[in-house]
Structure formats: C-alpha cells, structure tokens
C-alpha cells in the first residue's frame, strides 16, 4: 500500500504517518524528518537545506526528488510506505508518478487531513520534536510521560527552529501557493480522501483507517 499524506504545516501528517506505519507494517518517510537528521549530522545536505527550511521556504527540487527516490528503492519498500511531506509540489508529483509508472506501480491513496490555518499557528507552538528519531509529542494534546524527554529513544526534546510564529506564517503561505495545487491534482486521478483534522488525533486516525480498510 503507497499513500501520500497532504495538509497544511502541523495538520498531524507526521502523527498520523506514523500510526499508519505500525498498523499496516509500512516504513514513514518523512523528508522534513530527512533533512532535520541531515542538520543535526552536520552534512552537507543538511547545510543547504537548513537555508531554505528556516525561513519556511521550501527545499529545491532537485535536491528533495533524488533523497526521495533513492529512499523509495529500498528494500523495505517493497510492500509499501507512506510519505509524509512529499510531493509538496506539482514537479515532485510528477516525477515520483513516473517513477512508479516505469515499474507498473501507482500511489493508492492521498490522505488530505483537513486543519484550518487558524488551528494551526496554535498548535505549532506546543508541539515538541526528536530530532533523534523523529517522534513528536504537544505539551497539551499529546505531553511526553517525561516532560522534554523523548518516550521512545529518550533523547532530549526540541521546539523547531521552523516553529517560531513569523516562520509558521511563511510555511502556510508556501503551503497554500506551491502544495495545495496537489489537492486537485490527486483528486483528478481519483485517489484523493479528506480527513478533519480537527479531532482528536484518534479519531482522525479511526477516519483514515475506515478509508485504508
Ligand atoms: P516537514 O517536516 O514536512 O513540515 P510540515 O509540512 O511543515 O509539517 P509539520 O511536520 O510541521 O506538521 P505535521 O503535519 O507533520 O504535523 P504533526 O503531526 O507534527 O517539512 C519541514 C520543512 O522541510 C519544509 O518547510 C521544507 O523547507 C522542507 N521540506 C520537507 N519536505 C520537502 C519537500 N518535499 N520539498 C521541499 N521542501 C521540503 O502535528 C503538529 C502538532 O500538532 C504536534 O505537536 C502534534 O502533536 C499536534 N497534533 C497532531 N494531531 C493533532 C490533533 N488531531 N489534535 C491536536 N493536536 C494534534
Ligand atoms: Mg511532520
């Protein structure tokens, strides 16, 4: 099973990727949990990334595509994933397409979880993330067992540098010129399947699990 999941920053792509992946024994892959494993490594990708990704901007193609398709080709793909965070443009759409096109494959499913951007500066300002493994927790909706601790790995919780408010506000507006296209465009091949992300987050997950089957 290959799903995409879409929606504005901090609709709970990542929180709801992630429970899919357990539940349907599927690898999560995230490029904006990519690129922040590549900051904190220090690496040259990393380095170039960072510039775009502080400023709410997003990274350029060409760099994003390959990391994707070369993650995509391993072996623990072979029965599926979920990507989270790609495509967030119409290009990236349309290579990751024709890749999966050049071995008879095809997206099953776009999951859009639907949030407001009111909701969303709101929440961004309590979310906490690993950096280490990628988990993220809210110190409301979703607080760790320890506070600024990781549960799974135990390493040390971060606010991301992205989530600052006047930096939230650019990611909405990127969101909204260059990956909101990407709507009509799944919609168009008739995969497309919108969730309120507005719920509590097991309910959102109840919704998605209705349509996966
Ligand atoms: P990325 O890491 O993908 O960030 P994003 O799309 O901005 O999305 P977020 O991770 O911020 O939000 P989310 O939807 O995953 O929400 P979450 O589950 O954490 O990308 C970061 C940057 O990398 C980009 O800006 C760009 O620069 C670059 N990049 C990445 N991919 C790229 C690409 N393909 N091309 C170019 N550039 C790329 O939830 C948010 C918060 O809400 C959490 O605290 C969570 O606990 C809480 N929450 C979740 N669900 C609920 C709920 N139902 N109710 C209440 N709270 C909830
Ligand atoms: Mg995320």
Do not use: W
């Amino acid at each position: 099973m290959k799903i995409i999941m879409l929606g504005v920053p901090g609709a709970g792509k990542g929180t709801q990727a992630k429970m899919i992946a357990d539940k349907y024994h599927v690898p999560h892959i995230s490029t904006g949990d990519i690129f922040r494993a590549n900051i904190k490594n220090g690496t040259e990708l990393g380095m170039e990334a960072k510039k775009y990704m502080d400023q709410g901007l997003l990274v350029p193609d060409e760099l994003t595509v390959k990391i994707l398709l070369d993650r995509v080709a391993k072996n623990d793909c072979e029965n599926g994933y979920v990507l989270d965070g790609f495509p967030r443009t119409i290009p990236q759409a349309e290579v990751l397409d024709k890749a999966l096109a050049e071995i008879n494959d095809k997206i099953d499913f776009a999951i859009n979880v639907d949030v407001p951007d009111e909701n969303i500066i709101r929440r961004m300002g309590g979310r906490r993330a690993c950096l280490s493994c990628g988990a993220t927790y809210h110190v409301e909706h979703i607080p760790p067992k320890k506070e600024g601790i990781c549960d799974a790995c135990g390493k040390e919780l971060v606010l991301r540098d992205d989530d600052k408010p006047e930096t939230v506000g650019n990611r909405l507006d990127v969101y909204h010129k260059q990956t909101q296209p990407l709507i009509d465009f799944y919609n168009a091949k008739g995969i497309l399947k919108t969730v309120d992300g507005t719920a509590d987050m097991k309910d959102v997950f109840a919704a998605i699990v209705s349509i996966l089957g």
